[in-house]
């Protein structure tokens, strides 16, 4: 499941609204793993009670951004990282801190983030990822302590579904849109695999949390392209689960009573993670697999392998890139656009698995791959920019 950063300004909203719909780190969470960059900060602490003054706006201003990070050992997150040191390498006169806990739990990661922002005082933060029970805890003194309330949430909508009505003001996101995302992976994988209008069985499409709207808008998106892309291949939705093993197994179940499958998708990574293994056991037969929310080096391998037919990626460079930007420009007196800025989604096919392994392993590798595609964004956020609902579409 690709990620959405929400931004809210303190003139703008009230915290209650940052709520996920209950979910826990793991939604998002890719499901590789990957040697976590920093962490050394304290935890325990909380912050200072001392309301930062308005920024002056100017170009060359030295501010100082931290980027709170859940889980750093997560590849998405590491690629986002990535992306947000990038864009203080770029800037030239910002300073961003990565860092995050090694202990992701509950209580580490609101310790952690609160001990963050009181040792770094930063001018702007952004926190990855929403773990509800934390996040209703850090938001409200984060915004009282940051200079005109320049904070940014990844991986946490302002609302749960596309009828909701966001937090007075408006609200910025940063990031994809779910549907987007599975939509590109279906149509990359059926067009690389040469399924065509001729195709007849049953199309397999997973969801591993029930209820929610971005996963409820990923699975009809899916459907909708095998609808039509592939009108004699029926579309059949079940619920996985957040439980890797437990998706693996119910993964199995699934494809071993479906006979005629012939095309497997799943709205979360966990469930990409979960055909990767199954189809390196040989356990997949003939079905067409599709890599949806490939965010590391493993799951672009497997494309190259040929265990995928094809996949899509949410940029999670670029999220990292746009969020950091728009948080320096904010320390600056530059307001964020309101509405949803989308940062787009890639496909990885058989021709550009390779490019993306490397990316998602390098760092150099992934600021030639992912900035010029920051870039545009950063330099077209009116174009990039839609309604807050466009976002579960």
Request: charged share 15%.
């Amino acid at each position: 499941m690709g990620n959405l950063i929400t931004g809210v300004r303190r003139r703008r909203a009230g915290w209650s609204a940052l709520l996920c719909a209950g979910l826990v780190a793991v939604v998002f969470a890719g499901c590789g793993s990957s040697d976590s960059t920093e962490t050394s900060a304290g935890d325990t602490g909380s912050a200072a009670s001392t309301t930062g003054s308005s920024s002056t706006a100017s170009a060359d201003k030295k501010v100082k951004i931290a980027v709170f990070v859940g889980q750093p050992a997560i590849p998405t997150y590491v690629s986002g990282g990535w992306g947000a040191k990038t864009a203080g390498e770029e800037d030239g006169a910002a300073d961003v801190t990565v860092n995050g806990p090694t202990d992701p739990s509950p209580n580490n990661t609101t310790q952690f983030a609160l001990s963050m922002q009181q040792s770094l005082q930063p001018d702007g933060y952004a926190a990855i990822p929403c773990i509800t029970t934390a996040w209703t805890k850090v938001f409200p003194v984060l915004m009282k302590e940051i200079p005109d309330g320049n904070v940014l949430t990844w991986n946490c909508p302002a609302t749960t579904g596309p009828d909701e009505t966001p937090p007075p003001g408006g609200t910025t996101f940063v990031g994809i849109s779910n549907p987007e995302m599975i939509t590109t992976a279906t149509e990359a994988a059926i067009q690389a695999s040469g399924l065509d209008s001729s195709a007849t069985g049953t199309a397999l499409i997973a969801f591993c949390y029930p209820g929610i709207a971005t996963q409820e808008a990923a699975v009809n998106a899916a459907a909708d392209v095998v609808k039509r892309e592939l009108p004699n291949v029926k579309p059949e939705t079940f619920l996985t689960a957040v439980d890797q093993t437990e998706n693996t197994n119910k993964w199995s179940s699934q494809l071993a009573k479906t006979s005629d499958a012939v095309l497997a998708v799943g709205a979360c990574s966990i469930d990409t993670a979960s055909l990767d293994t199954l189809s390196a056991k040989k356990s997949t037969g003939d079905v067409v697999l599709v890599a949806n929310d490939a965010e590391d080096a493993k799951s672009a391998q497997a494309i190259a392998d040929g265990r995928f037919a094809a996949g899509a990626t949410s940029n999670p460079w670029v999220q990292g890139y746009v969020a950091t930007k728009l948080l320096i420009d904010g320390a600056r007196g530059t307001a964020f656009p309101e509405g949803w800025i989308n940062t787009t989604v890639s496909a990885i096919n058989p021709d550009n698995a390779a490019d993306y392994v490397k990316a998602f392993q390098d760092q150099a590798a992934a600021k030639d791959m992912f900035l010029p595609i920051a870039q545009k964004v950063i330099d077209d956020l009116p174009g990039h920019t839609a309604p807050l609902a466009d976002s579960f579409e």
